[in-house]
Each structure stands twice: as structure tokens, then as C-alpha cells.
């Protein structure tokens, strides 16, 4: 499985709710994690962030407003990925 937004294939977009401006992604709430968790295999991660993403097939999403500092996680639902070579 993989997601569609770190693969490039989507592009999250969202307004914030505290002020209605449009917010980025920060990439996967994993990376938060300390400088070398986008290094991590993703699974581990998973099996230790606290959320309901591992066996969910769900890739969380922090999304972060310029204007006003607000910050969400957002689901994103992974789809299969190719097949990998024998």
C-alpha cells in the first residue's frame, strides 16, 4: 500500500478552521518524530505513532495555516501499490 499524496499522485488541499486559510501539508505526521524518522521504514513508524494508521491503511497528514499557526492531521487513504519485482 501506499499513499497517494507522499507518492505524488494527490495534492492535499483544505481550508483552516480557525481562519479560513488555505493550509499546507507538512507531509506524513510521522516525520515529526525527530530528524530521522523520514529514514524509518514506514511500518515501524506506524507501529509506534499512536494512531490508528497501520493495519487501517491510512497515512495521517499534518496540515499547518502560515496565517495563523493552526494545525490538523488529515487522513489520506493509500491505495495498493505496484507489485514489487522477483
Known sequence: MLCPVCS?????????SRCGSAMAD???VTDAFGP????????DL????????LGAGVCFHLLECGRCGGRTLRPV???PGPEPAR
Open 36 to 43: 530521522y524518522a523520514p529514514y524509518r521504514p514506514i511500518g
Open 26 to 28: 507538512a507531509g506524513p
Open 46 to 53: 506506524k507501529r509506534t505513532d499512536g494512531l490508528v494508521d
Open 8 to 16: 505524488g499522485l494527490e495534492r492535499l488541499a483544505a481550508a483552516c
Open 77 to 79: 487513504r493509500e491505495i
